[in-house]
């Protein structure tokens, strides 16, 4: 898989999770689901944005890699 093709797959698992719980939350609503909230979904979305910026960063790597080695 590409480096493009997981930063896509990334973003669609955290769109998909962020529906599922928002049509949670219309059943589900106190501390415990609060906390869930802030402990893993927006954890959850927070390390997927980090490892968006790595994988930009690592092709952006590749990208300079193979810009070199084709001189």
């Given amino acids: 898989m590409s480096v ?3 930063k896509a797959t990334i973003q669609i ?3 998909e999770v962020r ?3 928002s049509r949670t ?4 609503n106190d ?3 609060r906390s ?4 893993v979904v927006d954890s959850l979305e927070d390390r997927a944005r980090m490892a968006i910026l790595a ?3 690592m092709q952006e790597t590749l990208h300079r890699m193979r810009r ?4």
């Fill in 4 to 6: 493009q093709g997981s």
């Fill in 13 to 15: 698992a955290v769109k």
């Fill in 19 to 21: 529906t599922k719980w």
């Fill in 25 to 28: 939350r219309e059943e589900w």
């Fill in 31 to 33: 501390s415990v689901s």
């Fill in 36 to 39: 869930l909230e802030t402990n």
């Fill in 55 to 57: 994988l930009e960063k």
């Fill in 68 to 71: 070199e080695c084709s001189e």
